[in-house]
C-alpha cells in the first residue's frame, strides 16, 4: 500500500514563511509528478504546483508564482512547498501528490493558517 504523510503546516502572520513537506512510502514505484494542492474554505480542491520527476520541470498556479517554490528532496520519495509572502488567502488544508502509473496517490492534507 502506498502512504503520503505532509507535515510542516501551522499558524503564520500575513508576511511569513512555511515549508512544507510531503514523504511517500510504501508499493510505490515510477513515480512521474509530484506535487501539492489546497482546498481552501467554500471551494474545491485547486493545483498549487508541480514538478515532474525525471527533469525537474515545474509548475506553479498563477496565484502563487513568485511566492511559493516545490523541489525535491535528496530522496526521490520526498517534495517540499516553500512558501513565502503568505496572504490570508492562502489558508487551506494543502495535499501532497504523487502520480504513478497512471494513478494520483493523495496525503491526508496539513492545515496552513495564515493570519492578517
Known amino acids: 500500500q502506498v502512504q503520503l504523510v505532509e507535515s510542516g503546516g501551522g499558524l503564520v502572520q500575513a508576511g511569513g514563511s512555511l515549508r512544507l513537506s510531503c514523504v511517500a512510502s510504501?508499493?510505490?514505484?515510477?513515480?512521474?509528478?509530484m506535487g501539492w494542492y489546497r482546498q481552501i474554505p467554500g471551494k474545491q480542491r485547486e493545483l498549487v504546483a508541480t514538478?515532474?520527476?525525471?527533469?525537474?520541470?515545474?509548475n506553479y498556479a498563477d496565484s502563487v508564482k513568485g511566492r511559493f517554490t516545490i523541489s525535491r528532496g535528496n530522496a526521490k520519495n520526498t517534495v517540499y512547498l516553500q512558501m513565502d509572502s503568505l496572504k490570508p488567502e492562502d489558508a487551506a488544508i494543502y495535499y501532497c501528490?504523487?502520480?504513478?502509473?497512471?494513478?494520483?496517490?493523495w496525503g491526508q492534507g496539513t492545515q496552513v493558517t495564515v493570519s492578517s
Open positions: 501528490m504523487v502520480r504513478s502509473g497512471g494513478v494520483s496517490y
Open positions: 510504501g508499493s510505490i514505484f515510477s513515480i512521474s509528478i
Open positions: 514538478i515532474t520527476s525525471g527533469n525537474g520541470v515545474t
